[in-house]
């Protein structure tokens, strides 16, 4: 019974561990998109910069 118990606690610690994780990982994510998008903001930037390139095909990289 004591087994159980421990390994019940472990397992909880872990998923509260991993709920950390995500939550920061998530908070620095935010963090980047709003840097990303204040610098968009000042540089006057509404799009992508890459939307109006031509798609190159992988076989023309190969020459």
Same mark, same amino acid.
């Given at each position: 019974?004591?087994?159980?118990?421990?390994?019940?606690? /472990? &397992?909880? =610690?872990?998923?509260?561990?991993?709920?950390?994780?995500?939550?920061?990982?998530?908070?620095? %994510?935010? #963090?980047? $998109?709003?840097?990303?998008?204040?610098? /968009? &903001?000042? =540089?006057?930037?509404?799009?992508?910069?890459?939307?109006?390139?031509?798609?190159?095909?992988? %076989?023309? #990289?190969? $020459?």
């Amino acid at each position: 019974m004591f087994e159980f118990e421990l390994q019940q606690i /472990r &397992s909880e =610690e872990m998923i509260r561990r991993a709920q950390t994780y995500r939550l920061a990982k998530e908070a620095a %994510s935010g #963090r980047r $998109a709003a840097r990303r998008a204040a610098r /968009r &903001s000042a =540089e006057g930037d509404t799009e992508r910069a890459h939307s109006d390139s031509p798609r190159r095909h992988r %076989s023309a #990289r190969t $020459a």
